[in-house]
């Protein structure tokens, strides 16, 4: 059986080699291969060869890196499908929500073609007599990723694409369930022309990660995963002097009020439940049934989830696949049967589902269930796959409560036919990104991606402007040329404009 290497100073290497994982077909809940799990010294090397890299990477200019941009995201768009076929096979998603995933990458790779108008400094002329100033920034050094199993080229993509474009060059610690396309990924930026050591993949769990929250020599950490290692790796990032963005887990509330077109809310909420099996961080995992709607809407999620093809990803016609893990379909049947006793009615069960000629496969139907309240596990957590709880209140106002309650404030929506209900929901909720009527507001790679709340830790977003402030720091300047014979005007006091 194969084991997946880590992709360091532009070539594949086992590394110390001493310990490796297993890497699953979930759809047959088999093994199908095994990755390396980095020690602390593989790491080391990773950010070796980084920095060596460093050196003529962050001087090349920025026309020449942007270059290099435009040939990999043509080889991105070119192996569209044989990328959305390595995802398939470990994370288990359908091949058409992979082939999404890909083109959502290969936006940001798009954004940053446009470098070198986003890395434009400012200038101001004659600041004081003979004096002009102006302002520009520059890559921090070596800056690492870490990502979760969810979206194993997407996630990465909102990192190393920015990072490398201003300048800095990267290690990607990529999660070790889906490690395969982290490589190649790799071969593709080979072929584009980056220079090797640029960007270097090293797999591995939580002792790779350590060594480069420790590591003196990383300037920067970009974090995507669950909420617990999210505020684990801020604190202990923070700790040694880094960088940190780390974006964390998410409950996303949908608020569906009586004058919603219900046929639209329900079947975009279904969508955006059960879409690669609920495991997105901008999936919709409670709804919020304002007065009158709630009956009917469930009876539009009921029809239309029933008609929902589970099955292997790769296999044409399914709709949802399987989820990531034996442990993970464990967890959310336990979520399902705490749900039902405590009280909550469930419309569909999931559990116990099984897909022909795939038995031991990781499969969970979609679930439903009604007449949930905020003190239920099933809301209170997030259980990261096909589940959708159903609240039901009276107001907008109590709905807005509900959603600002919760301690996640990664995405929610409202489903509304009224411009000033929509205004409302949107000026008041304490959450990152919105959706009016579109359950899934995730921004486009020029904008930039973030939650509020225990949905991330540290003060910039992801992607978008923000990512390029992130992976880079200012400099100013200011400059005189007195001509030779002019009086030097230097003075002990603190200078000001003349
Ligand atoms: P995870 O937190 O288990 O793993 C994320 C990364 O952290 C992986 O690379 C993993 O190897 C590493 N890791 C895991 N346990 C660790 C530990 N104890 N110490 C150090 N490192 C550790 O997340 P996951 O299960 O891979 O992904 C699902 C989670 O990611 C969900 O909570 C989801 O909401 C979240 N997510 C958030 C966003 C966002 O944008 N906010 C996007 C995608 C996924």
């Known amino acids: 059986m194969a084991t997946i290497e880590h992709w360091i100073g532009g070539r594949f290497t086992a590394g110390n080699g001493q310990r490796t994982g297993d890497v699953y077909d979930p759809a047959q809940g088999t093994v199908r291969a095994h990755v390396g799990l980095a020690s602390a010294a593989d790491v080391d090397d990773a950010v070796s060869a980084a920095e060596t890299a460093f050196e003529t990477w962050s001087q090349t200019s920025v026309t020449q890196r942007s270059r290099v941009m435009f040939a990999f995201r043509d080889l991105v768009q070119r192996y569209e499908d044989d990328l959305a076929r390595i995802i398939s096979a470990e994370h ?15 936006e940001v790779v798009e954004f940053v073609c446009g470098l070198p108008q986003l890395l434009k400094g400012e200038f101001s002329d004659q600041v004081s007599a003979g004096v002009d100033s102006w302002s520009f920034r520059q890559p921090l050094g070596v800056v690492a990723g870490i990502t979760p199993f969810n979206f194993p080229i997407m996630v990465p993509m909102w990192m190393h694409p920015v990072a490398i474009a201003c300048g800095n060059t990267f290690v990607l610690k990529p999660s070790e369930r889906d490690p395969s396309v982290s490589n190649r990924v790799a ?25 480069v929250l420790d590591h003196p020599r990383i300037a920067a950490v970009s974090f995507v995963g669950s909420t617990p290692i999210a505020r684990y790796v801020h604190d202990r990032a923070s700790a040694t002097g880094k960088r940190v963005q780390a974006l964390g887990g998410a409950k996303n509330h949908a608020v569906v009020m ?38 009917p809407l469930i009876d539009r999620l009921r029809a239309r989830t029933e008609q929902i093809v589970v099955g292997p990803g790769g296999q044409s016609g399914s709709e949802m696949g399987p989820v990531i893990t034996a442990a993970a379909l464990k967890r959310i049947e336990t979520y399902i049967a705490e749900g039902e006793s405590s009280g909550a009615k469930l419309v569909l069960d999931g559990r ?9 496969g990781f499969f969970v139907g979609p679930t439903l269930i009604d007449g949930v309240t905020t003190d239920m596990s099933v809301y209170t957590d997030e259980i990261f796959g096909p589940v959708l709880v159903v609240l039901r209140v009276d107001t907008l106002d109590e709905a807005i409560a509900v959603v600002n309650a919760n301690p996640y404030g990664n995405g929610t929506a409202v489903f509304t036919s009224s411009g000033e209900v929509a205004r409302t929901f949107q000026r008041r909720v304490t959450v990152g990104m919105i959706g009016i009527n579109v359950p899934i507001p995730v921004p486009m790679a020029f904008h930039s991606f973030g939650g509020w709340k225990d949905s991330l830790f540290g003060d910039h977003h992801i992607h978008g402007p923000e990512g390029i402030r992130f992976y880079t720091r200012a400099k100013v300047v200011t400059s005189r040329w007195p001509h030779v014979s002019e009086d030097s005007l230097a003075q002990l006091n603190f200078p000001t404009a003349q």
């Not at 593709?188 to 640029?198: D, N, R």
Request: one cysteine or more; glycine letters at 14%.
């Open 187 to 211: 071969e593709l930026y080979a072929e584009a022309g980056l220079p090797e050591g640029v960007f270097n993949v090293v797999h591995g769990d939580k002792e790779a990660v350590d060594a």
């Open 352 to 360: 116990g589902l099984s897909v022909d000629g795939h038995d031991d």
């Open 258 to 295: 009586p004058d919603a077109d219900i046929d639209f809310a329900g079947d975009q909420l279904v969508a955006a439940g059960y879409g690669s099996a609920g495991q997105r961080c901008m999936a919709i995992s409670a709804v919020i049934a304002v007065g009158s709607v709630a009956d």
């Open 92 to 106: 288990g998603k359908v091949l058409d929500d992979a082939r999404g995933e890909v083109v959502r990458g290969r």
